[in-house]
């Protein structure tokens, strides 16, 4: 990918942010809503351990455990890790063993699984004795924190079962199990079952297979690829250097693994290191000094996980500076974090660094510590945020009336604009990192002036923007009374004298 197209797409979090603000979404209600269900991204690291003391040091994205021998504790320590984990279950199979073997009646018990004398086939066309005894099962995999549920056996209609299984039954058995698990927040893996993949990639979100080189039916597996879902796949035969350039050809995430399904893995895919690469500005995306406060992109090589993920609240009520097994470190200190993906980070600069004048800036994914990278500190290093997202053009600005500022909805001359500003330093009174502005708003230290078109303009309001994180600061400023109209005139807004970046303008006219 090029820088370039890099940073287009990084900067879609950035302007969010100011749309909702611009909007009157207040922060709480957008903090309160519940995280987007996790589906692996086509490019993701795993591990399949059924078997054995749980190795958690393994380097991959995604841990497939057992859902009854892992603890709920295991699984909060591989997400404190920044690791997913998908709970695998027997969805077609009776196991003698299990703590809730006693509930399943001899009536959905039919034969033995070929090579697992200890299974019996289940009627799946028993939903009303099966149903709720998956659903009791989907229950636990939630409340032990898992983010995704890999049901197995769930080809029962190929396979002697014992019952007059049909394709149709196994449908509306796999769509049912699909259906509970989405209630749940869980995605779902669609486990072998390849003649019915065209029927059910809509409704499953990645897909887990055995051995499909063994018996050569990869091909049955792309139409997942081709919609930008996952394919967890292991052979448990074969040499890895034979089948793991071909399965990285058709981008399938690859291992080679023991029958038992013990820690042991030989993956077909690796992690590079992690590399920090350059630190820009917020608002302004061009290389700038850091500030107290100051929202910045960080880019890279395996900054975090493949998959996107967006800020979270922690215990205290702030915005953490832990997420997805990422943390970024000025000078030692922690930064709360508002966007991690694999090629880039958002973070927001602690205010500990006012005073300092250079501060080493290290990224810590998982396990793994990034080189540092050395940059100047500054007061004040302001940054308008702008519509296009590429530093430049029309600002990311409020009207007076609450429409968002634009060629059809201009700011009236005398009127007040609410502009979104990063950068523009300390705040006073002093807030923790990471706070989210409610209540009385703390002001900026430095003095705030503005322009626009040229004219001085008069600020009425420079400080904390409300509702939102302390980092993004918002600057009410009166347009000039004897502005005249235009469709663009530049935006400059300074901060103990160091101006915004240039190039970026507003709507000023009479509607």
Known sequence: MKSGQLRR???????????????????????????????????????????????????????????????????????????????????????????????????????????????????????????????????????KGFDAVEPDN?????????????????LRYNLFLAEAAHRRGLSIGLKNNLDQVRDLLPHYDWAMNEECFQYRECHK??????????????????????????????????????????????????????????????????????????????????????????????SAGRVSSELEGVRVYYDGLAAPLLFVRADQVNAIVPFGVDGKTRVDVQLRYRDHLSDILSRPVAQTSPGVFTKAGNGSGPAALVNENGSVNSAENPAAAGSVIAVYVAGAGALTPRVPDGAVMTGELPKLIHPVTATIGGRDARVQYAGAAPGFVAGLMQVNVSVPEDMPDAASVPLVIRAAGVESQPGVTMSVGRR
Not at 70 to 92: D, H, N
Not at 244 to 255: D, G, I, P, Y
């Open 221 to 314: 597996l792309q139409p997942f690829v081709e919609a930008g879902k996952a394919v967890f796949h292991v052979e448990y035969v074969g040499d890895p250097a034979t089948f793991c350039a071909q399965a990285n050809a058709l981008n399938f995430n690859s291992l080679k693994k023991n029958l038992s399904l013990d820690a042991y893995r030989v993956p077909c895919r690796s992690s590079p290191g992690v590399a920090l690469r350059e630190v820009t500005h917020g608002a302004s995306f061009l290389p700038a000094p850091l500030a107290p406060g100051a929202i910045v992109s960080i880019f890279g090589r395996n900054l975090g996980p493949a998959a996107a993920a967006a800020l979270r609240l922690d």
């Open 154 to 170: 769930i080809d029962a209609y190929v396979n002697r079962s014992g019952f007059p299984l049909t394709y149709s039954d196994q």
């Open 9 to 143: 797409k990084q900067r879609t979090p950035l302007w969010a942010l100011v749309v909702a603000l611009a909007l009157g979404v207040s922060g709480s209600h957008l903090h309160a809503q519940a995280p987007a269900m996790w589906k692996p991204a086509p490019n993701t690291t795993w591990q399949w351990q059924l078997t054995g003391r749980l190795d958690m040091s393994v380097e991959a994205d995604v841990f497939d455990v057992d859902l009854f021998d892992v603890t709920a504790a295991q699984v909060a320590e591989l997400r404190s890790r920044g690791r997913r984990v998908i709970c695998y279950l027997s969805a077609g199979s009776f196991e003698r063993w299990r703590p809730d073997a006693g509930l399943f009646p001899d009536s959905i018990k039919g034969n033995t699984l070929d090579g697992w004398p200890d299974e019996r086939w289940l009627d799946i066309r028993r939903l009303d004795v099966l149903g709720p005894l998956m659903e009791a099962r989907l229950d636990l995999c939630k409340a």
